[in-house]
């Protein structure tokens, strides 16, 4: 069974970046698709992006596009989320995990249909 562990949140101001790693142990990712969600204190948790190493596939958020990107490093087994130009609403507990399917559904991002994640990183961003 894969664990993960996330790392890379902090506080920054309104308009800065910060990148989210996530590093997989027990095995690779390689085998569904992966991504990350986020929860802020009191809400519903969100799927900010989706992707499949499998077939490639990729989803974002609306919320996310043109800011964050979704990446992992050769191993298959470090994924990272950059973010760009963060604003306070994107203040949230961020997790990473794998989806059950091996493609992303973009469905199940909405719905952040998690199968398994990590204890995820705070992320504030200040005003």
């Known amino acids: 069974e894969v664990q993960f562990v996330e790392s890379g949140g902090g506080l920054v101001q309104a308009g800065g970046s910060v990148r989210l790693s996530c590093a997989a142990s027990?095995?690779?990712?390689?085998?569904?698709?992966i991504g990350w969600f986020r929860q802020a204190p009191g809400k519903e948790r969100e799927g900010v992006s989706c992707f499949s190493e499998i077939d490639g596939t990729e989803y974002d958020a609306d919320f996310v596009k043109g800011r964050f990107t979704i990446s992992s490093d050769e191993t298959k087994s470090i994924l990272y989320l950059q973010m760009n130009n963060l604003q306070p609403e994107d203040t949230a507990i961020y997790y990473c995990?794998?989806?059950?399917?091996?493609?992303?559904?973009?469905?199940?991002?909405?719905?952040?249909?998690?199968?398994?994640w990590g204890q995820g990183t705070q992320v504030t961003v200040s005003s």
């Open positions: 027990g095995s690779s990712f390689d085998d569904r698709a």
């Open positions: 995990g794998t989806f059950r399917t091996r493609a992303c559904v973009a469905t199940d991002l909405e719905a952040a249909a998690f199968g398994s």
